[in-house]
């Protein structure tokens, strides 16, 4: 853990007397195979993790399925593909799976049904298509797939409803 947040990782218990996890990468530069190989020295801990804009490639998530607790991963804003998802298959526990930003395409999308315990899907600004949501909202109609706002669908923007106190 001491390693992890020298170089830039926020470690942090999720509840009190529970050894489980949630890890954020913060530091402003790409993540190393050292940093990777520091979060599998206490991977079977981890809980959440966020890797948001980290730089992590396909690669670098061949480790991943070792990290047998996790039920949260932000990946968004790296350039992962679909080849990176298949790395993602022995996660038994993944919930949540945030891939915005990202080079998945339909394919790589697909490849998320074989996760039964995954209830919330971004896909927004990937190659994803239209029909490939639909398709997997009508398969998997127990997940939450957001793919952001459709212009397409409210050509005059989004409606702005004032708070009043």
Do not use: M
Request: aromatic residues 6%; without cysteine.
């Amino acid at each position: 853990v001491d390693a992890l947040e020298r170089n830039g990782f926020v470690v942090r218990a999720i509840a009190s007397g529970n050894p489980l996890v949630q890890v954020d990468y913060t530091a402003g530069r790409r993540i190393s195979p050292e940093d990777i190989e520091n979060l599998g020295k206490i991977g079977k801990q981890i809980y959440a993790l966020n890797l948001r804009a980290s730089g992590i490639t396909d690669e670098q998530l061949a480790t991943f399925g070792r990290l047998e607790n996790l039920a949260r991963l932000r990946l968004e804003q790296n350039p992962i593909t679909d080849a990176g998802l298949a790395h993602l298959a022995p996660l038994k526990k993944l919930e949540y799976l945030n891939l915005y930003g990202t080079k998945v395409t339909d394919k790589g999308l697909a490849s998320l049904a074989a996760l039964d315990s995954l209830r919330s899907v971004y896909v927004w600004q990937t190659a994803v298509t239209p029909a490939a949501v639909a398709e997997f909202r009508r398969t998997h109609a127990d997940v939450a797939i957001d793919a952001g706002f459709d212009s397409k669908s409210f050509p005059e923007g989004p409606k702005v409803i004032p708070v009043v106190n």
